[in-house]
């Protein structure tokens, strides 16, 4: 009977077939599987087989589509399988490397410079969470519902009902500062470090994510004296021991009286330049004494206790120190700007 005959030797061939390459077993699909292929013209010759041979001949049938159908597949999962294998030997995990070692990017660089100076004067440093509730990034910091204020920091809100409850991407690391007031025994001098988040437009002077370094004081009779020569003693460290800074008034709703401070220009030296806009002075951090309200909030006695509280970009210092005049190359993690430092 030809047509069992047929079948069983396909059948046989579907069983043994080694399909190599994605040609092969597309040319054997078309030839098994295709239009005018031997499945339909199998296909066809059934329906003039005779009634009492049909159940037989209709299983081989099938049987043969299945086989077919999972050489196929077997060989797609090969030629995959393959693939990947010539993927993976194309990378040599043993290959030694060549004069490229891994290095620390300059934000990193920078802020364990922070670390390191402030360090040296009795501050440690804490960590909070990057999303963070309404109460820790604003009400906590005397924001009142309708200031103006929770304007200032355009917030990322991940759950927005228009309370303290309200969750967002911490838009300050001045949140870590709420909590380790609530956390911590009194004296605190610390350093709140972190990547902070605004809704801004991607640009060279501006991203939606950058790194802060807060920095916190509170003990008995801490004074705005104290906070200045603070400030002073960083600013020399970091930019060289004849810096000279300025403190200008400002305003943070949790400090009060709140100051911006700036260092005379490290590029011309206070006589005027592209990087200062012509003032001779660049701004590099906002700083003020605890609002009496922030302390009272996290159950301190602003009559008891003082406090000064600080906060700087870290890459507004990576700036000022490396000249980098695109705030995006910071976070691209292009080789050739971070073999540069
Ligand atoms: N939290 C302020 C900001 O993100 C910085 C700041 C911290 C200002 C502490 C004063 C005191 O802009």
New binding site residues.
């Given amino acids: 009977m030809q047509l069992k005959e047929k079948i069983d030797r396909l059948l046989d061939e579907a069983r043994k077939i080694k399909l190599a390459s994605e040609e092969e077993a597309e040319k054997y699909r078309i030839r098994l599987l295709g239009k005018k292929g031997e499945m339909n013209a199998l296909f066809e010759a059934f329906k003039t087989v005779e009634p009492e041979l049909k159940k037989e001949i209709g299983q081989s049938l099938n049987q043969l589509k299945n086989a077919v159908q999972e050489s196929l597949l077997k060989a797609k999962e090969g030629l995959e399988q393959s693939a990947r294998n010539a993927e993976a030997d194309a990378f040599d995990l043993t290959r030694p490397v060549e004069d490229e070692i891994g290095h620390r990017h300059p934000l990193s660089l920078v802020r364990e410079e922070i670390y390191r100076i402030f360090g040296k004067i009795g501050f440690d440093i804490s960590d909070g969470p990057e999303i963070e509730d309404d109460w820790h990034l604003f009400t906590a910091l005397n924001f009142s519902p309708e200031h103006p204020a929770r304007d200032m ?1 355009d917030t990322f809100f991940v759950e927005k009902n228009g309370g303290v409850d309200d969750v967002a991407l911490r ?2 690391t ?1 949140s870590v500062q709420i909590r380790v007031m609530n956390s911590h025994k009194l004296p605190i001098r610390t350093l709140c470090p972190g990547r ?1 988040y605004r809704n801004e437009a991607v640009s060279a002077r501006a991203h939606c994510f950058f790194h ?1 370094v ?1 920095g916190l004081y509170v003990d008995k009779g801490v004074s705005y004296a104290d906070m200045r020569e603070v400030l002073l003693y960083f600013a020399k460290e970091m930019f060289g021991n004849d810096t000279r800074i300025r403190l200008r008034p400002s305003y ?1 709703p ?2 009060e009286p ?1 100051a911006e401070m700036d260092i005379a220009c490290s590029i011309c030296g206070g006589k005027g330049c592209a990087l200062c806009k012509g003032t001779g002075w660049v701004e590099i951090l ?3 004494m605890v609002d009496p309200n922030v302390l009272r909030n996290c159950n301190i006695n602003p009559e008891e206790y003082s406090g000064f ?3 700087m970009g870290v890459e507004r210092i990576a700036n000022l120190l490396y000249r980098v005049n695109d705030l995006r190359l910071f976070s691209e993690n292009d080789k050739r700007f971070l073999a540069q430092f």
């Fill in positions: 920091q838009t300050h001045s902070v802060q807060e943070f949790f400090t709140s906002g700083c003020g509280a600080f906060g």
